[in-house]
């Protein structure tokens, strides 16, 4: 069983910046591939960017490449998504989530609460 915890959303102006984190339960966080989704307000969840157990892999949406990084600290068990040059377009609830395998990521078996993000124009 895993547990995930998002936080660092927030309001934040048009090309600002925000860092989420996600902290992950258990003892073998490094097991795990990990993922960032979000859903804006009105739509579907959708795919923003994963990583492997070792943080090697990555792949984002195209919406996103260039802008956000996804990185993760095995030690702290904590996945991270930095979020620059923001755009309203990006205002969506976010959630993390970790699954045994990088190919099955949206369909992953564990899921944050979700932490709100907000950009104004």
């Known amino acids: 069983q895993v547990q995930l915890v998002e936080s660092g959303g927030g309001l934040v102006q048009a090309g600002g910046s925000l860092r989420l984190s996600c902290a992950a339960s258990g003892r073998t966080f490094s097991s795990y591939a990990m993922g960032w989704f979000r859903q804006p307000p009105g739509k579907e969840r959708e795919f923003v960017a994963v990583t492997s157990g070792s943080g090697s892999v990555t792949y984002y949406a195209d919406s996103v490449k260039g802008r956000f990084t996804i990185s993760r600290d095995n030690a702290k068990n904590t996945v991270y998504l930095q979020m620059d040059s923001l755009k309203p377009e990006d205002t969506a609830v976010y959630y993390c989530?970790?699954?045994?395998?990088?190919?099955?990521?949206?369909?992953?078996?564990?899921w944050g609460q979700g932490t709100q993000v907000t950009v104004s124009s």
């Open positions: 989530a970790a699954d045994g395998r990088l190919a099955t990521i949206r369909e992953a078996n564990y």
